[in-house]
T-cell receptor
Framework: GQQVMQIPQYQHVQEGEDFTTYCNSS?????IQWYKQRPGGHPVFLIQ?????EVKKQKRLTFQFGEAKKNSSLHITATQTTDVGTYFC??????????FGGGTRLMVKP | DADVTQTPRNRITKTGKRIMLECSQT?????MYWYRQDPGLGLQLIYY???????NKGEISDGYSVSRQAQAKFSLSLESAIPNQTALYFC??????????????FGPGTRLTVL
């Protein structure tokens, strides 16, 4: 079945440093979604990318969807303590089921 | 999201006990899901339901069963709990209108410990 892998699993950064998490699928995705889970919280939808090569920005967050629609990345510029949490990518495959990656846990040192 | 509620929020039980986790939603969504989250792992789909008469197995359905009592209610049961079912369980909903662009709305989670 479809597998969605994320790296790194954990990332410690100093506040103000940049952060990137990468998402790779074993199969071509119809789209990619990103969710954020704060410590002790539940996943919350951030954004969705549908088109090959698409790039979207939300303030300091930049999301990219690969040309082959098999990979994606989330880049945070100048991290803040409010960015702490686990970031998940999730993709729909041809079977129309959403498969989540393992997540990247971001820790920010003030 | 307060529109999706889960009960109980925390539960400690013993091996062999039957456990039911409940999920209710006021979002009016047709689609409901149960996920399991283990430390360091992502969200694994247990069961999903696209309407009241539709129940489907997910990736890890063994040892679990579900009941869709109404559009707004979706329950997950562990018939005979075992320690490796200790995890955080999330219920989620989506409205289904977006098809492959559906986004999911998660409940607050139930932390289950099986001793």
């Amino acid at each position: 079945g479809q597998q969605v892998m994320q790296i790194p699993q954990y990332q410690h950064v100093q506040e103000g440093e940049d952060f990137t998490t990468y998402c790779n699928s074993s199969t071509t995705l119809s789209n990619i979604q990103w969710y954020k889970q704060r410590p002790g919280g539940h996943p919350v939808f951030l954004i969705q990318l549908v088109k090959s090569g698409e790039v979207k920005k939300q303030k300091r967050l930049t999301f990219q969807f690969g040309e082959a629609k098999k990979n994606s990345s989330l880049h945070i510029t100048a991290t803040q303590t409010t960015d702490v949490g686990t970031y998940f990518c999730a993709g729909y495959n041809a079977g129309n089921m959403l498969t989540f990656g393992g997540g990247t846990r971001l820790m920010v040192k003030p | 999201d307060a529109d999706v509620t889960q009960t109980p929020r925390n539960r400690i039980t013993k091996t062999g006990k039957r456990i039911m986790l409940e999920c209710s939603q006021t979002k009016g969504h047709d689609r409901m899901y149960w996920y399991r989250q283990d430390p360091g792992l992502g969200l694994q789909l247990i069961y999903y339901s696209f309407d009241v008469k539709d129940i489907n197995k997910g990736e890890i359905s063994d040892g679990y069963s579900v009941s869709r009592q109404a559009q707004a209610k979706f329950s997950l049961s562990l018939e005979s709990a075992i320690p490796n079912q200790t995890a955080l369980y999330f219920c989620a909903t989506s409205d289904g209108s977006g098809g492959i662009t559906d986004t999911q709305y998660f409940g607050p989670g139930t932390r289950l410990t099986v001793l």
